[in-house]
């Protein structure tokens, strides 16, 4: 996850962790996005409450009003966050990481280009790589 700021704000680029940022106005996603669960998670781990000073749905308007200095921002990497007037650094605490999964039929027709992404997929994100 980043925390991302306008570049004109007082807010400082060095925090880097997530507690820093309870104390500041804060842009949210809406409680319809997949991602709001997972960052009332990240603020109940650490105890805290952020101040939500707008909810909304789309990852580029919550870019976009933060770039306007209406408040800051717990959001994933987005390429657009490099062509607005906002900085985003990583959090570092608290750690969060999410796994994904592949699943296919058994013993149904896979594509060639699926077999290859299969194999691909297999041979380098074993469990050991995970």
């Known amino acids: 996850m980043h925390f991302t700021f306008n570049t004109g704000a007082t ?20 409680e319809k996005s997949g991602l709001r669960p997972i960052i009332d998670n990240l603020f109940e781990s650490i105890n805290k409450k952020p ?7 789309e990852d580029q ?8 200095n209406f ?5 994933p990497y987005m390429n657009v966050l490099k062509f607005m007037d906002v900085k985003s650094p ?6 969060w990481e999410r796994n994904f999964y592949i699943a296919t039929v058994k013993d149904s027709y896979l594509s060639p280009a699926v077999r290859e992404f299969k194999g ?5 994100y074993n469990k050991i790589n995970i």
């Open 61 to 68: 308007v919550i870019a976009g009003l933060v770039s306007k």
């Open 11 to 30: 807010t400082t680029d060095i925090i880097r962790d997530l507690r820093d940022t309870a104390a500041y106005p804060q842009i949210f996603f809406s």
């Open 120 to 124: 691909f997929v297999v041979n380098n």
């Open 71 to 75: 408040g800051i921002a717990i959001v």
């Open 51 to 57: 101040i939500i000073s707008y909810e909304v749905e």
């Open 90 to 95: 990583d959090i570092n605490y608290p750690s």
